[in-house]
């Protein structure tokens, strides 16, 4: 089990978003994300860290609907 | 081995920067990396995309001092 799992920060929080992520694409200020299940996440944010060892990718969100 | 390489795009060739990437931190256009045997490498870029399955992580340059 290689894969990171991606977690997006707001109000100083972190949220689990996408487990298990294959492939990210950013284009402009959109971040696409697939995981090994074919689950999509398509939202505006920004990559603010990743951590192979924590298997871990932290998204900042640019904006967000609830 | 789980970690993935980091390529740098520039004038359309990817051209390897950093193999077994372990930590990754964005602080506004600048990238920070640092890799599994301490090697570091600090540059102006964004990030293009990431593929778990290839172990890829694909950078895009702001700028490149040669």
Chains 1, 2 share one sequence.
Do not use: P, T
Request: aromatic share 6%; glycine share 4%.
């Amino acid at each position: 089990m290689c894969e990171a799992h991606a977690y997006i920060l707001r109000n100083d929080m972190e949220e689990k978003l996408l487990e298990n992520v294959d492939q990210i694409d950013v284009e402009g200020d959109e971040i696409r994300m697939i995981n090994i299940f074919g689950e999509q996440r398509i939202l505006k944010a920004r990559i603010k860290s990743y951590n192979n060892s924590d298997s871990k990718i932290l998204l900042e969100a640019i904006e967000w609907k609830d």
